[in-house]
T-cell receptor, first 110, second 114 residues
């Protein structure tokens, strides 16, 4: 079946550190892949997406590349800020179904 | 992307009562979704609501407990009935942009049942 596995948190980083949050997926066909961010007390916001292999999604300094050969969509940011503290969800869509990972909590300390 | 609002943003309710959550979208959408997010957890789909038809519920969720209305293409309600403390969660309304294939979410309703 279809599923998303992302690295467990919580993750704590110092400001300006490099961030990687791993996400791997299992899917039939050619899913679209997404990263969502949930800031404290808010709903989910779409951060970035990629719809086919080798696509790179990017937004607000975050990037993720759709790697079909490794079935991965890892989220990266070169220099995190305190304002990036949030929970990050990896997700995939098969067209009529959406699957979310369990979420990774990130705390950035000054 | 669609702008989604929910009311109320939060509530504290007594056990045994019911709460109706409203979701308003700024554009017409075919499908609306209701999710539950328990504290510190991921999202669980409760049901899919299409205008003009009965909602489709996921395994573990039933209409008697979570009745849904979808009177038009921009509005839906979810009722949490006969509440117990286990219903304490964030309830999220969502819509899908079929061109982008992405789902967009409202700000959520934070429900505490005492």
């Amino acid at each position: 079946g279809n599923s998303v596995t992302q690295m467990e948190g919580p993750v704590t980083l110092s400001e300006e550190a490099f961030l990687t949050i791993n996400c791997t997926y299992t899917a039939t066909g050619y899913p679209s892949l997404f990263w969502y961010v949930q800031y404290p007390g808010e709903g989910l916001q779409l951060l970035l997406k990629a719809t086919k292999a080798d696509d790179k999604g990017s937004n607000k300094g975050f990037e993720a590349t759709y790697r079909k050969e490794t079935t991965s969509f890892h989220l990266e940011k070169g220099s995190v800020q305190v304002s990036d503290s949030a929970v990050y969800f990896c997700a995939l869509s098969t067209g009529n179904q959406f699957y979310f990972g369990t979420g990774t909590s990130l705390t950035v300390i000054p | 992307s669609a702008v989604i609002s929910q009311k109320p943003s939060r509530d504290i309710c007594q056990r045994g009562t019911s709460l109706t959550i409203q979701c308003q979208v700024d554009s017409q959408v075919t499908m609306m979704f209701w999710y539950r997010q328990q504290p510190g957890q991921s999202l669980t789909l409760i049901a899919t609501a299409n205008q003009g038809s009965e909602a489709t519920y996921e395994s573990g969720f039933v209409i008697d407990k979570f009745p849904i209305s979808r009177p038009n293409l921009t509005f839906s309600t979810l009722t949490v009935s006969n509440m117990s403390p286990e219903d304490s969660s964030i309830y999220l309304c969502s819509v899908e942009d079929q061109r982008q294939g992405a789902r967009y979410f409202g700000p959520g309703t934070r429900l505490t049942v005492t």
